[in-house]
């Protein structure tokens, strides 16, 4: 033990007698090479031999290179003194080559407004080819080369026309909403434990909810009446419906499909065991259950129809509906109060539908 002090203190000695002829930006490069080389040995702990990445070496060559070459064999580097100075020759010789290295020609980049038109149009129009996009810049004056608009295009991983012309089922919804209805079944159960059935339309733009029936037997008889009943009721209306989506419950019977493809209305089956591509219809039966079915102790038949017209009316005829920015189905949505004394006299009377489960708020007469 004191021969290994001993020994300590006689070589820190020497190297105290070592540092005293160095300046003070060579003592202080040569502590932060240091203090880097430790910053290395503890990324790799718990690793293989460690590896000094380009930042590393180059750090370490911008440290070192200024310091004599006799400063450097004494040095406890991870390396030998010549690689140090090889990286700094490497750091040199980069840099002369990307200073030497002549400016590209070529035309120059395609305005970014330009570009965020293109990407634009092409989205809003999946059929549109770069030849078409071509064309309809040149009608709105914006003069760009096709080429261009293929390389715009192809940056920014857009498929080819033939390829985008898919169109997704939420695309279809958006695009056809105004010609789409939804049917559903659910059922429901009385106080005495019967099962009934319930079967509702809605339409997807306006929301407006049709309750076609409720019944403890749907019967392929029974479906098919609500199916002309539906169909006539469209036709007083005059909604224009082309398309119907239901799921593949097997409580329709094929008549139900016939009903209405001689009526002009289309039926989309939705895929098994797929409730979104529904969502607009299966979202109704939630609230309705929420909002009705939930609350209510249904006796019969007869009780649960009375309350279905009940909530259809106030469905359709008061409800905001926020798919639709709030605005309700079969009533328009009032001029907001700007006068001030009214505002600060409001006289809000409220309305009960089935005994105090739904609430209607309107202004006092």
Not at 172 to 185: G, K, P, T, V, Y
Not at 217 to 246: F, S
Request: hydrophobic letters at 40%.
């Amino acid at each position: 033990m004191l021969f290994r002090l001993a020994y300590l203190g006689v070589t820190n000695a020497l190297a105290l007698l070592r540092l005293l002829p160095m300046s003070d930006r060579d003592k202080d490069a040569e502590i932060l090479a240091l203090r880097h080389q430790i910053l290395v040995l503890e990324r790799h702990l718990h690793g293989d031999r460690p590896r000094l990445t380009r930042a590393d070496r180059a750090w370490l060559a911008a440290l070192l290179h200024p310091l004599p070459r006799t400063t450097l064999n004494h040095l406890r580097l991870l390396v030998r003194p010549e690689t140090v100075l090889r990286w700094h020759r490497d750091l040199i010789a980069r840099r002369h080559a990307r200073s030497s290295r002549p400016h590209r020609a070529g035309r120059p980049r395609t305005i970014r407004s330009i570009r965020r038109l293109v990407l634009r149009l092409a989205r809003e129009n999946t059929t549109w080819g770069y030849r078409r996009i071509h064309g309809e810049l040149l009608v709105l004056g914006v003069k760009v080369a096709a080429s261009t608009i293929w390389e715009i295009l192809k940056d920014a991983g857009i498929e080819p026309a033939p390829e985008r012309t898919s169109s997704t089922w939420a695309a279809f919804l958006r695009s056809q909403a105004h010609a789409i209805i939804a049917a559903d079944f659910f059922e429901t159960t009385t106080l005495t434990g019967a099962r009934l059935y319930v079967l509702a339309v809605i339409e997807h733009t306006t929301r407006r909810i049709r309750i076609l029936g409720a019944t403890a037997h749907p019967t392929a008889a029974w479906v098919t009446q609500t199916a002309r009943n539906l169909v006539m009721d469209l036709e007083d209306t005059g909604c224009q419906v082309k398309y119907l989506i239901r799921d593949r419950d097997g409580k329709y019977p094929a008549l139900f499909d016939t009903i209405l493809t001689d009526a002009g209305i289309g039926v989309i089956l939705t895929g098994v065991r797929i409730p979104r591509m529904n969502a607009i219809m299966e979202r109704w039966v939630r609230t309705c259950r929420r909002e009705l079915l939930d609350q209510t102790l249904i006796l019969n038949q007869r009780h649960l129809q009375h309350a279905l017209r009940e909530y259809e009316n106030f469905y359709n005829e008061h409800r905001a509906h926020q798919g639709i920015a709030n605005a309700r189905p079969l009533a328009l949505l009032p001029e907001p109060i700007t006068d001030p004394n009214r505002l600060a006299h409001l006289n809000i009377h409220r309305r009960d539908r089935l005994g105090g489960i739904l609430h209607e708020y309107e202004h006092a007469a």
